[in-house]
Nanobody, 127 residues
Framework: QVQLVESGGGLVQAGGSLRLSCAASGRTKSSYAMGWFRQAPGKEREFVAAISWSGGGTYYADSVKGRFTISRDNAQNTVSLQMNSLKPEDTAVYYC????????????????????WGQGAQVTVSS
């Protein structure tokens, strides 16, 4: 089992930045690909970004490409999402997710691929 805890959410004005972090605990000696998803009010949860266990592979949703950056620190068992140039439409609850994978470049892009989920962190972008 792996437990995931997000932090770093909050309220920011449009054009501002926030950094989300996800700390993993439990069976962290295995290799895990990590992802971020988000769910806006009244909408379905959607993919945001993913990173392979090695960090050698990353993938972004078109809506955040060029503004968001996903990274990881395997020594600290953390994954981060740096969010710049935030827009009101980025307002959502952001979820961290993990799936065991030793594939150097594997990045999960759909929710069924992931086995473990955090509780979510609220990000609100005001106009």
């Amino acid at each position: 089992q792996v437990q995931l805890v997000e932090s770093g959410g909050g309220l920011v004005q449009a054009g501002g930045s926030l950094r989300l972090s996800c700390a993993a605990s439990g069976r962290t000696k295995s290799s895990y690909a990590m992802g971020w998803f988000r769910q806006a009010p009244g909408k379905e949860r959607e993919f945001v970004a993913a990173i392979s266990w090695s960090g050698g592979g990353t993938y972004y949703a078109d809506s955040v490409k060029g503004r968001f950056t996903i990274s990881r620190d395997n020594a600290q068992n953390t994954v981060s999402l740096q969010m710049n140039s935030l827009k009101p439409e980025d307002t959502a609850v952001y979820y961290c997710a993990a799936v065991a994978s030793s594939n150097y470049y594997y990045t999960g892009r759909t929710q069924p691929e992931y086995d473990y989920w955090g509780q979510g962190a609220q990000v609100t972008v005001s106009s």
